[in-house]
């Protein structure tokens, strides 16, 4: 396999954008990236977008922006389609089929819900005479997409003896970040009081401990090591990469999702990486799609031992000027998570981080930390359970 | 595959493997552990352990519970562990009854896992 370099990354601003067709988003966000890569748009060889409801929309834009002729492939994988279509680009370039990859994230959700955007509403229509009959699946009708996750954090708070208190400050966390991100759909700073005052979704979750429902799309150029030593002395490596299947029945009581486990650890061993080398050394986005989940991702990637998540909080370490940063972009819970675009925006914080672009002046990772870093993404296919994670490097 | 019932009397109708012992619910006629088609079945409960709950503020997508309602995973012993399931709590509003490492009890149904917290 040759190795793959992230080169440019371009961002259209995440929140409501009811105005604005697919296109609309993804076109500024594709020019974006091509400017930033300072490649010529000609050279660019395959195209992978994630999107679970944007069907068709990726030719739209290949042809809007003028690119025409290439392969493109559109990625479903609920939450983790934008990491997904960002492997497979990988997969492309490091194969040697194409030097030069475009990668699309994109969602239009706010003008409907979650199960109209994923599909799951679609599935429903086409399979309701057999799961009306079918206890099997019908049990699983109960549980909206916050459910597993109060369930767990409800088990975390009676195993381990965690606090709503500690649950909210991953959100006051997220929105200290995200204070200083002019891309991310909620930028006000919170406290503890007001996240545990806003309105109860599934209890111990109130909406602010819940990602919201966003438009966005985000894009990044990778390319081979050759092309890339030619446009660029700040290359992003690509060091490792995992994708798990699973499904929801094996997950509900164990605080330990198995894909998160499984996916983190093939991208370490394939990155030649352990989590302790992320302490004083790296940063990570990962899928904090509510409070608790960025707790459980702490313990299921080895950075602390089982229930000690918390701790992780409590002590700071996970805050931009802590050992070990996480969701320097404000993550899911503040820049919203449009959920193909959410992990092609992931990798193109890793990029403006690790460059010290002027984008991210303000919410700067320290020079220790920007030697490695990981992106997370999982999600909740139906009764599908998912996780893909990945990692880079700035020298090769 | 025939259709099978998700209550046996007052039990969990689950299956078990005969060649690895993995316990399953719902029943199932092969196993996903060794593709065995070796299958009996095998009864869970009806008194378990309540590992965790929420509540929903909004209608559900199956079944005509009314909102608020709320659900939760239960855990049930079986012969080589336990098993998790997932089911509507049988409580109202404002759902204090609910507690977690309380003793939970199955209520069979024909569509939904239904438990009701205490021994009885
Ligand atoms: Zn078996």
Redesign the pocket.
């Known amino acids: 396999m040759r190795n793959v370099a992230v080169v440019g990354a371009g961002v259209f601003p995440f929140g409501r954008h009811h105005d604005l067709l697919y296109v609309e988003m993804g076109r500024p966000a594709v020019n974006e990236a091509i400017e930033d890569a300072g490649i010529d748009r000609k050279e660019i060889q395959s195209c992978y977008i994630g999107t679970t409801g944007g069907v068709g929309v990726g030719h739209e834009i290949l042809y809007e922006t003028g690119i025409i002729g290439i392969p493109i492939s559109r990625v479903e994988n609920a939450c983790v389609s934008g990491s997904n279509a960002f492997r497979l680009a990988w997969m492309d370039v490091a194969l040697g089929l194409s030097d030069i990859s475009l990668v699309i994230g994109i969602e239009k959700m706010k003008d409907s819900s979650m199960a109209d955007v994923a599909g799951g509403m679609g599935r429903l229509k086409l399979e309701m005479k057999a799961i009306a009959k079918n206890p099997s699946v019908a049990n699983f009708g109960l549980m909206g997409p916050p459910g597993y996750f109060a369930l767990a954090a409800h088990r975390h708070m009676a195993e381990f003896g965690t606090t709503k208190e500690e649950l909210a400050s991953v959100t006051v966390k997220s929105r200290q970040n995200a204070h200083n991100n002019p891309k991310a759909e909620y930028q006000n700073i919170m406290t503890v009081d007001d996240v545990l005052n806003d309105k109860m979704i599934n209890p111990p979750l109130t909406r602010s401990q819940c990602c919201p429902k966003t438009d966005g799309a985000a894009a990044i150029i990778i390319m081979s090591e050759e092309l890339a030593k030619k446009y660029t002395d700040t290359p992003v490596w690509v060091k490792g990469s995992g994708l798990t299947s699973s499904i929801i029945t094996d997950l509900l009581s164990n605080l330990s999702a198995m894909p998160n486990v499984k996916s983190s650890r093939t991208a370490y061993d394939m990155a030649k990486l352990e989590p302790n080398d992320f302490f004083k050394n790296g940063f990570a986005e990962v899928h904090d799609c509510f409070s608790i989940s960025e707790i459980l991702h702490y313990e299921d990637f080895g950075w602390c031992k089982k229930g000690e998540g918390p701790k992780m909080i409590n002590d700071g370490i996970t805050q931009i000027d802590g050992d070990f940063p996480v969701n320097p972009s404000g993550g899911l819970l503040s820049c919203g998570h449009p959920l193909g675009a959410t992990g092609v925006r992931q990798i193109a914080e890793v990029l403006y981080q690790m460059r010290k672009d002027k984008e991210v002046a303000k919410r700067q990772v320290p020079d220790e930390n920007l030697n490695v870093a990981l992106t997370h993404t999982m999600g909740q296919p139906m009764l599908g359970f998912t996780s893909c994670v990945n990692i880079f490097s700035r020298d090769l | 595959m025939e259709r099978q019932p998700l209550f046996i009397g007052d039990k969990l109708n689950a299956s078990k493997?005969n060649?690895?012992?993995?316990v399953r619910f719902p029943w199932m006629d092969y196993?996903?552990?060794?593709?065995?088609t070796n299958i009996s079945e095998y009864l869970v409960g009806p008194k378990g352990k309540l590992m965790s709950y929420t509540i929903s503020y909004s209608k559900p997508y199956v079944g005509k519970i009314k909102p608020p309602y709320a659900y939760a995973v239960a855990r049930f012993p079986t012969d080589n562990g336990h098993i998790d399931v997932f089911g509507a709590i049988d409580s109202q509003e404002p759902f204090d009854d609910i507690k977690i490492n309380g003793s939970v009890k199955l209520i069979p149904d024909k569509l939904l896992v239904k438990f009701k917290m205490g021994d009885d």
Do not use: I, L, M, T
Request: aromatic share 10%.
């Open positions: 493997c060649d690895c012992g993995n196993c996903y552990k060794c593709q065995s």
